[in-house]
């Protein structure tokens, strides 16, 4: 029983702490609401939690073994996340007829890329697997039940923090201001990756 309340407490204090998944879900949940952020809210906690059974059941001695790997994922997780604080930084209406087009939400698909791509999520990874499964393929199973549960509930937690900031949002100069801030954040995030 103590196991699983510390795997708990473990995933609970990585996943509902600020990083790029977060952010992400606290602007889709800001702009369209959280029952539209539901996908990927859904899709970010299927991809983490596929990348912890990977770690746990394999991948991490790769990891150790080939300094490589961890270079290139350090690379294409913080050129994800300036990707992504560029495409949060644009405007997201025209004037004229094209206004009336709503913005495209990060969907399921880009929910779970963003795991992979994302360090804090590696290191999450790689830190409770070590801790708590230690190459127990069992262990590695209840713990990414564990966490996928906590998961889904902490990042749905961010979406919903942003549903309803989205009441304060109403003025198009906030949703901009908003918008530049969160794409702020994933840049500051991206760049402190390359200097790490």
């Known amino acids: 029983m103590n196991t ?63 300094p490589a790997v961890t270079r290139a994922l350090r690379w294409a997780g913080a050129l994800f996340l300036l990707f992504m604080a560029w495409q949060l930084a644009q405007p997201r209406a025209e004037p004229g007829p094209a206004a009336d087009t709503p913005a495209r939400r990060p969907s399921f698909l880009a929910g779970a890329a963003m795991q992979w791509l994302n360090p804090k999520a590696w290191l999450a990874s790689l830190a409770g697997t070590a801790a708590y499964a230690a190459g127990d393929g069992a262990r590695v199973a209840v713990f990414a039940l564990v966490y996928f549960g906590v998961c889904w509930a902490s990042v749905a937690c961010w979406a919903g923090a942003g549903r309803a900031l989205g009441a304060a949002l109403r003025q198009e100069r906030r949703v901009r201001w908003f918008n530049r801030a969160m794409a702020a954040l994933l840049a500051a995030t991206a760049l402190s990756i390359f200097g790490a």
């Open 4 to 66: 699983l309340l510390s795997m708990t407490a473990f995933a609970l204090v990585s996943s509902i702490t600020p990083g790029p998944v977060n952010l992400v879900a606290l602007d889709t949940g800001a702009r369209h609401g959280l029952r539209a952020s539901l996908p990927y809210v859904t899709g970010a906690t299927v991809g983490f939690t596929a990348l912890l059974l990977a770690v746990g059941l394999g991948v991490q001695g790769l990891v150790a073994a080939v």
